[in-house]
């Protein structure tokens, strides 16, 4: 139903009145927001959150009172006899109704398990908030690296594009000539070859297109048959290319949603090894009683019972003694504990490397960006001069498809170097927990 509203109010629009196939107009940061607000896995996360908060609200209750009321009606068939010094007492008497009400408050007033409960409640929902943050920013990284995908497909398939028709205009021009008998059938065919390899390429561009924005659909959560517009270039980020520096690792990586994790993990594990050291301490409790009761009654109409008060209040201690259970649970939460350290250890590691390798690719690509932007300019230099030679007879055919191999080869090569700088800047920003929604 979103993706309706949104598809309409943001640039969904028929290509033409015959055509059922409509388009999207789709920037990052739009593709980002519809991927947040389809995607199923968040709307889990966001769930489980609320799930966890109930549970922290039910947790501090127990400290509430507890109040019960009982009612019972009972009919004696047969009272019970005492025998004392050779003499026997009748308990009660046969054939007669006990009625009772009892109102019982509980009230506890030390529990030390309780608390850390409490506690332990609090970072399960601080937990869940992260594992919902973990999986945002496991979708935008995603989405983001498709989009570019998008825009690599989309550029490549654009130089391609241009270099088949150049082919084609170079082939008819040399056709032409053929004809004419100015050039040789050599000639001719080179530039037939270099056409039909061109436009076998823009198929198998066209078609790694089609795959990039279907990958991209998917990840936003789009299932209408629908096109992406996607009105952007790999060049337009060009400026947004720069060398990174790395701080310390604990503070590059503070916001790392794995350590994270680990670190609520770890702060979960030691309150609950509290709850277990608290199940050693005695806890005191208060209990008041009221009751109304009515003894010996030969009828079976509870409104003709005479009916008696009585109250009662106690404060009752309960010492725990001995509980095999406690020590094991006990010995079971230290461990834990330990294994999680050392594998926040080794995760920290982890990503330390992962860092420096994204920021070692980030500094290589952006060295690849402006040679290849360099090459560029000089293989589309090489064209012209390899076209004037062939114009005046004093160049080749084959001077001529090499130089515009290699103009195409260079964009290419110029649009995979930006985009391999892109992919690893979202990786480097997904590893460090940066939050770009």
């Not at 995607?39 to 947790?59: C, F, L, R, S």
């Amino acid at each position: 139903m979103f993706i309706a509203a949104a598809v309409f109010a943001s640039g969904m629009n028929a290509q033409d009145a015959n055509s059922p196939l409509a388009t999207m107009d789709v920037t990052l940061h739009r593709a980002i927001e519809i991927a947040l607000a389809e995607n199923p896995t968040i709307k889990v996360a966001e769930k489980e959150i609320e799930i966890k908060k109930v549970a922290d609200q039910e947790a501090w209750q127990n400290l509430l009172p507890d109040v019960s009321v009982n009612l019972s009606l009972q009919h004696t068939l047969l009272a019970a006899e005492m025998k004392l010094n050779g003499m026997t007492f009748k308990m009660g008497r046969d054939g007669v109704n006990t009625a009772a009400g009892v109102a019982t408050l509980n009230l506890p007033l030390f529990a030390p398990a309780v608390y850390q409960a409490m506690k332990l409640t609090k970072e399960d929902v601080k937990l869940a908030q992260e594992k919902s943050r973990s999986s945002k920013l496991d979708l935008v990284n995603q989405v983001t690296k498709a989009y570019y995908q998008v825009l690599l497909a989309q550029d490549s398939y654009n130089v391609i594009e241009q270099s088949y028709k150049i082919s084609k205009e170079n082939y008819d021009v040399v056709n032409a000539k053929f004809g004419q008998g100015r050039v040789s059938e050599y000639d001719k065919i080179s530039a037939e070859v270099q056409m039909r390899g061109l436009n076998s390429s823009l198929v198998s561009a066209k078609a790694g297109l089609s795959n990039a924005k279907l990958q991209l659909k998917v990840l936003m959560g789009v299932t209408a048959n629908v096109d992406l517009n996607v009105n952007d270039k790999l060049q337009n980020y060009e400026n947004d290319l720069k060398l990174v520096e790395l701080e310390s690792a604990d503070r590059e990586l503070a916001n790392n949603t794995a350590l994270r994790q680990l670190d609520l993990n770890e702060r979960m594990l030691a309150r609950s090894l509290k709850m277990q050291r608290a199940n050693f301490v005695p806890t005191l409790a208060f209990q008041l009683t009221g009751q109304y009761q009515s003894l010996y009654n030969d009828t079976w109409n509870i409104l003709d019972y005479a009916w008696s008060p009585s109250a009662s209040m106690s404060f009752v201690v309960t010492i725990p003694i001995f509980k095999a259970s406690n020590f094991t649970k006990l010995k079971t939460s230290k461990l834990q504990i330990a294994q999680l350290q050392d594998t926040r250890v080794n995760t920290q590691r982890q990503l330390s490397m992962a860092v420096k390798v994204y920021k070692d690719n980030m500094a290589s690509s952006m060295a690849q960006v402006n040679s290849n932007r360099e090459a560029v300019v000089q293989a589309d230099k090489a064209v012209s001069i390899a076209s004037k030679r062939y114009e005046v007879g004093r160049g080749t055919i084959l001077e001529l498809n090499q130089s515009e191999v290699s103009l195409t080869q260079a964009q290419l090569t110029y649009n995979q170097s930006i985009y391999e700088y892109l992919t690893n800047k979202a990786d480097f920003e997904y590893t460090l927990g940066r939050e770009n929604f």
